[in-house]
């Protein structure tokens, strides 16, 4: 890529929603680095829009992508990815199969919705490459997508979206249910499971927190979000949806809007007293230094450097770490109280 770009400065992506020079780019820098610019995009578009608080709703073909935020962006330090563990600053995603392309069924008793999907090809049936109902053709059967509407550029690439195949597919899938429900309403409760689904995973982050998700502004971007931004939000009692120009392409274009950024950690397994405070300070400081050291090489510019230092702390005998702004330890005591009290409930003193 460097080589086909001569003179440009190349930055590429990272999980935890900063940019790197191409040169300092390794492969596990580019694990959900997709889903990271949209969280980026999600946030500097809706902050230039007015909103301080929302929940990223990111949905495509395969899957949904949710995110929170409220003033600073979450990530998790240790993320597990199709199985495998990483050990990696990540943005802090939650991921549903509920997408376009998940695959609509019945299973003899129940309505399922995934997690398979049919992909870009075959797709979903509508697109004429003998693909299986999927999540997009219940909106097809619904007339909530409309083949006037979309270019020609299915089947062979040169066709509209096949309206009258899903129409053919969900009249004999009505008659295998035989509940005695309409094509229309078998669709409509597809739609509905996908949309519960959807609603779930973005109580995961935001309720389950401590989260009044009825405060947020739900910001849609990805293909297939538009066609069920306002039932999520009507199944989260939200009150507003905000989807940006650019919403289909939000990933891409927050790229773009994204920070270089240099993150450094250490581990010390230290009780919180005024005495650990000055070795804290200390470790920060060298690996303030080190972060630094690496943004001027990347070509950063000195003035433009800012320093973010933080610590994550928790009680003795767990597992479970809330990061703080670096302060004296009482003030870092009241503040990881104040988020564990808001997650929990309860503290353990």
Known sequence: VRAGLAGVRLLFMQPNGCLADARRFQGKDSILSGPAGGIVGAVRTSLAAGFERIIGFDMGGTSTDVSHWAGEFERDFDAKVA??????????????????????????????????????????????????????????????????????????????????????????????????????????????????????????????????????ALCCFGGAAGQHACLVADALAMERVFIHPLAGVLSAYGMGLADQVAMREKSLELELNENSISILRHEIETLSQA???????????????????????????????????????????????????????????
């Open 291 to 349: 972060a630094q050291a690496e943004l001027l090489l990347q070509g950063a510019e000195a003035g433009r450097v800012r320093v973010l230092r933080r610590a994550h702390l928790k009680y003795e005998g767990t597992d479970t770490a809330l990061a703080v702004a670096l302060g004296g330890a009482a003030e870092m005591t009241a503040e990881v109280e104040a988020a564990y009290r808001n997650q929990v409930s309860f503290l353990l003193p």
């Open 83 to 216: 199985g495998v563990r990483v050990r990696a600053p990540m943005m802090s995603i939650h991921t549903v199969a509920a997408g376009g392309g998940s695959i609509l069924r019945f299973d003899g008793a129940r309505y399922r919705v995934g997690p398979d999907s049919a992909g870009a090809d075959p797709g979903p049936a509508s697109y004429r490459r003998g693909g299986p109902l999927a999540g997009t053709d219940a909106n097809v059967m619904l007339g909530k997508i409309q083949p006037r509407h979309f270019p020609c550029v299915f089947g062979d690439g040169d066709q509209p979206i096949d309206d009258e195949i899903v129409q053919s597919k969900f009249m004999e899938l009505t008659r295998i249910i035989a509940d005695g429900r309409s094509p229309e309403q078998v669709a409509e409760g597809f739609i509905q499971i996908a949309v519960a689904n959807m609603a779930n995973a973005i109580k995961q982050i935001s309720v389950q927190r401590g989260h009044d998700v009825t405060r947020y």
